[in-house]
T-cell receptor
């Protein structure tokens, strides 16, 4: 069936470096994608979203890139900080927009 | 601004017991959702609601029931708890359809069924 998945389960980076978290999706009809951050013991927190009519969107220290040709999504975090340590999920909307399909998540660890 | 509030935070049930997970939001959002998250996995949609009086099944609805009598509240009911329902449950809300409005999540209810 359709799915959204992540390439790397764990990513370790040095404080101050840039982080890149990748996500592959298989539903070519998906037209909306979201990145969430989940800290231990908390619910997912919205980071940034992008629609399929765009290939790049920037926020504060974060950039999302969408490559529809290869069905790939990435989240770039600039100057990674200890507070960025968390699990990051990508998600896509299906079936007209009322449902999200989540990937399994990537654990980002920031080393001092 | 409280956002999405879930109660209880933790609960242990015995097989066959029932319980209701409470969820309330103060953002006047029409759309509300229940997800479950198993260890090391992403979230799976159980049920959702597009407004008071309207509910629909998600990906994994079996063993659960919901109701939406008000805009603010969206309780999730487990009638006969089973070990397979051990999970962390997240309630979420959004102002509009997902494609136009990101979800706001509560902090979850950790349920253990033994």
């Amino acid at each position: 069936g359709e799915s959204v998945g992540l390439h790397l389960p764990t990513l370790s980076v040095q404080e101050g470096d840039n982080s890149i978290i990748n996500c592959a999706y298989s539903n070519s009809a998906s037209d909306y994608f979201i990145w969430y951050k989940q800290e231990s013991g908390k619910g997912p927190q919205f980071i940034i979203d992008i629609r399929s009519n765009m290939d790049k969107r920037q926020g504060q220290r974060v950039t999302v890139l969408l490559n529809k040709t290869v069905k790939h999504l990435s989240l770039q975090i600039a100057a990674t900080q200890p507070g960025d340590s968390a699990v990051y999920f990508c998600a896509e909307s299906t079936g007209g927009g009322n449902k999200l399909t989540f990937g399994t998540g990537t654990q980002l660890k920031v080393e001092l | 601004n409280a956002g999405v509030t879930q109660t209880p935070k933790f609960r242990i049930l015995k097989i066959g017991q029932s319980m209701t997970l409470q969820c309330t939001q103060d953002m006047n959002h029409n759309y509300m959702y229940w997800y479950r998250q198993d260890p090391g996995m992403g979230l799976k949609l159980i049920y959702y609601s597009v407004g008071a009086g309207i509910t629909d099944k998600g990906e994994v609805p079996n063993g659960y029931n919901v109701s939406r009598s008000t805009t603010e509240d969206f309780p999730l009911r487990l009638e006969l708890a089973a070990p397979s329902q051990t999970s962390v449950y997240f309630c979420a809300s959004s102002a509009r359809q997902t494609k136009n409005s990101p979800l706001h999540f509560g902090n979850g209810t950790r349920l253990t069924v033994t």
